[in-house]
């Protein structure tokens, strides 16, 4: 039994913070093949984890469940190797040391083709069938979407069954303890396997359907919202869209889905939507957010103060899961980026949800970073330790002429339940913060430093301000960006030939710097294409003269993804690669 876990701290602090958490620890679990995690509950001392085993390569296991600590430690493990295939996709807590155990039993090439939901203990046994087994007496695929509990007796679940080849039931099941239920079909076209529900009201299960459906079997894929009733709309664009997770917001009366939608003809960004409650046509905003390949929403939370939480996954290769990373991010109530947080390693990582905890986030899904060979089952656990959280991470100084200076702001905040004092920042060369003695910052307290940066000499610098104090981690490093220009002959800095430097910085989230080096007088025109060659816009056109020369790139009304910036100066040109990630 492999399992790999980080040092963990116990927390205190409000999750109320406009800062992102902190990776806290990670553990692995390896049973000999691949592994994945699919769900989590919170216990009173750790946390439940299910989902399922397989031999390396196989297309259908046996489901498991694992029970962590607070610290990340393995306390138990439970195989559960029945004699046909299953998976536990959904765990649910009922009350004090119960639970409801999701159950898709499989088929051979892992087809999920009957559901059943079992009651567990909290030591991982499996008492007996809560409810009777849901599908088709033939293996027609049948998935199951999401569990809730909204009384003492009664709880819903949601699950897609194809009925059709190629098109899909999307049901909604109210059932009580000794097994009745009452059946809601809603058939909206081919609906995929990712159906799940949102309830709204616990007393007449009112409950929000989301997934994705396509008109026909070959047509793209949109996101699908429906209200009993049969109130339904669908969202998308060109290429393929769809709902993973939504959350209902009930102080602003909206439903915030978060999925997948495709960019530039076959990349996906992370979707972000939120629609007027019960009014599904209604669109508030939507907003999307990714990199170089295939990123997506996995889940979704009101935040504890404003805006939304999601967890998906960030993929910052251009080949699908070469190598991707779990992904944490808030939004605010318009959808506009707060933070961001990554976390994996150098292979995939992979994300399949997250809960919320009183001190952070456990993600959970799957893991080739610790695994070798396949996929180990994963959980992060992403949480506000006591300790001084430095925002931003990094400063971004932009080109500056060599003997002038620029000033950023650095804010040092107190995370924790300790008063804490910041005892020196260290200096380099170009950089140094405005900070001569020892400071105290009071508990959720701010303590705000100017850094000042002075180039020396023309070129990207890059460098460290590290900063001490008597926070749990010790020294905490400051990242800072910047460039040195040179404009005229009498400093000495007139170029002596024709160059177009790498944007600055790049990867850029919206804006970037060009710098160029003219050693002769010429009409320019710097020009900006993306992958397809397509013109997106000019940045400079007409007659410069000699010396270095910038121009900023204002990139907020276009899409992720990588494009080209094209420079001629009479008879010379060059081209720079870009990366805008949003």
Not at 12 to 39: H, I, K, M, N, R
Not at 108 to 114: A, F, L, P, T, V
């Amino acid at each position: 039994m492999l399992f790999i876990v980080a040092i963990f701290v116990s927390v205190s602090a409000c999750l109320a913070q406009p800062f992102p958490p902190d990776s806290v620890w990670t553990f692995a679990f390896d049973d000999g093949g691949d592994e994945y995690f699919y769900d989590a509950v919170e216990v009173e001392d750790g946390y439940l984890l299910c989902g399922e085993a397989r031999e390396w390569n196989a297309l259908a296991g046996h489901g498991i469940i694992v029970k962590l600590d607070r610290s990340g430690h393995l306390l138990w493990e439970r195989p559960y190797p029945h004699t046909h295939p299953e998976r536990f996709p959904e765990i649910l807590k009922r009350a004090d040391n119960d639970y409801l155990l999701g159950c898709e039993l499989l088929s051979s090439n892992g087809e999920s083709h009957r559901l059943r939901v079992y009651e567990l203990d909290d030591w991982g046994n499996v008492n007996v069938t809560f409810w009777h087994e849901l599908g088709q007496m033939d293996p027609y695929p049948v998935r199951m979407g999401t569990m809730n509990m909204p009384g003492t007796i009664n709880f819903t679940t949601s699950y897609s069954l194809e009925l059709f080849e190629g098109e899909r039931m999307c049901v909604l099941e109210i059932s009580d303890s000794v097994g009745n239920s009452q059946l809601r079909y809603f058939n909206t076209g081919g609906l995929n396997d990712n159906a799940g529900h949102v309830l709204l009201d616990s007393a007449t299960f009112e409950s929000v359907l989301f997934g994705t459906t396509r008109a026909n079997i070959t047509s793209d894929t949109d996101g699908l919202l429906v209200y009993q009733g049969d109130v339904h709309a669908a969202h998308g664009d060109v290429g393929d869209d769809g709902y993973l997770a939504a959350a209902y917001d009930a102080v602003r009366g909206r439903v915030v889905a978060t999925g997948f939608t495709t960019t530039n003809g076959s990349a996906r960004d992370l979707w972000i939507q939120s629609t007027v409650l019960r009014n599904p046509d209604s669109v508030n905003w939507s907003h999307h957010f990714g990199g170089l390949s295939n990123e997506s929403g996995a889940a979704i939370l009101n935040a504890d103060d404003d805006g939304y939480i999601i967890a998906g996954n960030f993929s910052s290769e251009d080949i699908e899961f070469e190598q991707s990373d779990f992904w944490l991010l808030k939004v605010d109530e318009d959808g506009d980026s707060v933070w961001s947080v990554l976390a994996g390693r150098d292979e995939a990582d992979r994300c399949e949800g997250m809960i919320q905890t009183e001190n952070g986030f456990l993600l959970f899904g799957a893991s080739q970073s610790f695994a070798v060979p396949g996929w180990d089952g994963c959980a992060m656990y992403l949480g506000y330790v006591p300790d001084l959280a430095v925002s931003p991470a990094s400063l971004n100084f932009g080109p500056v002429q060599v003997g002038d200076s620029a000033v950023r702001t650095v804010n040092l905040v107190n995370t924790g339940s300790n008063v804490l004092t910041v005892s020196s920042f260290t200096a380099t060369d170009v950089y140094h913060a405005r900070f001569s003695e020892p400071a105290t910052v009071e508990i959720g307290d701010t303590l705000r430093v100017e850094v000042v940066f002075a180039p020396q000499s023309g070129g990207s610098i890059v460098d460290t301000l590290r900063i001490q104090s008597d926070a749990i981690t010790g020294e905490k490093i400051l990242r800072c960006l910047g460039a040195g220009t040179g404009v005229s002959a009498e400093d000495g800095t007139v170029p002596r030939e024709f160059a177009l430097h790498p944007p600055y910085p790049n990867p850029f989230n919206a804006t970037t710097t060009m710098r160029y080096d003219l050693a002769r007088e010429s009409d320019v025109r710097l020009e900006l294409f993306d992958v397809s060659g397509r013109l997106t816009r000019v940045l400079v056109a007409g007659t410069q003269s000699v010396g270095s020369h910038t121009a900023t790139l204002d990139l907020h009304d276009v899409s992720s993804g990588i494009y080209f910036a094209a420079l001629r100066a009479g008879s010379d040109h060059a081209v720079q690669k870009l990366l805008l990630v949003k």
